[in-house]
């Protein structure tokens, strides 16, 4: 499987986290990794297809919201919850609340 | 001067908050917001001329980040902050602290 890319933290912007997560689906899955350790990419709770979900999960890795880490024949998806705090402080925490609180 | 449109808070989804935020002149227009009482168009400190200004002002007032208020000839903006902690408790603040201490 090929190596994923995966941006360097200090690199990241936050109007590009912004956009990543300015999609009811994308905050779907980001609040689903917010309760959970990792999820396997078939794992997720959402109503789109698997390449849909596969462009999302891709989306937020660029922007370096979440890790992708290849295990055999699956992928584990977790957030970069440490890295993104310290970046944004209470950023991704507020972002991920909220979304559980109300419709998104 | 015709009457401006503010969508009802209860309303606003967290996705439409995010999209208007996820812009560079965006970001640093709530990051001025929020450092200041209310500003009058003409004195924001962004690269952009009045129209694109304009522009990215509508965005914020449609997304319910902002109001809007005529006076005389001239229009008051400031964060509806306590409507938005509200609904989406630590969102807008930790973003527009976050734009304080990084690049957006």
Same mark, same amino acid.
């Given at each position: 499987?090929?190596?994923?890319?995966?941006?360097? *933290?200090?690199?990241?912007? #936050? $109007?590009?986290? &912004?956009?990543? +997560?300015?999609?009811?689906?994308? !905050? @779907?899955?980001?609040?689903?990794?917010?309760?959970?350790?990792?999820?396997?990419?078939?794992?997720?709770?959402?109503? *789109?297809?698997?390449?849909? #979900? $596969?462009?999302? &999960?891709?989306? +937020?890795?660029?922007?370096?919201? !979440? @890790?992708?880490?290849?295990?055999?024949?699956?992928?584990?998806?977790?957030?970069?919850?440490?890295?993104?705090?310290?970046?944004?402080?209470?950023? #991704?925490?507020?972002?991920?609340?909220?979304?559980?609180?109300?419709?998104?």
């Amino acid at each position: 499987m090929r190596a994923l890319q995966h941006p360097a *933290v200090e690199d990241v912007e #936050l $109007s590009t986290v &912004l956009t990543a +997560l300015a999609d009811p689906v994308r !905050l @779907r899955i980001v609040a689903e990794l917010a309760r959970s350790g990792g999820i396997v990419c078939g794992q997720f709770d959402v109503p *789109v297809s698997m390449s849909t #979900l $596969s462009h999302h &999960l891709k989306v +937020l890795r660029e922007a370096g919201v !979440l @890790r992708v880490t290849p295990q055999g024949s699956y992928r584990t998806h977790e957030l970069r919850w440490e890295e993104m705090e310290r970046r944004f402080p209470g950023v #991704l925490d507020s972002i991920t609340r909220a979304v559980t609180h109300t419709a998104v």
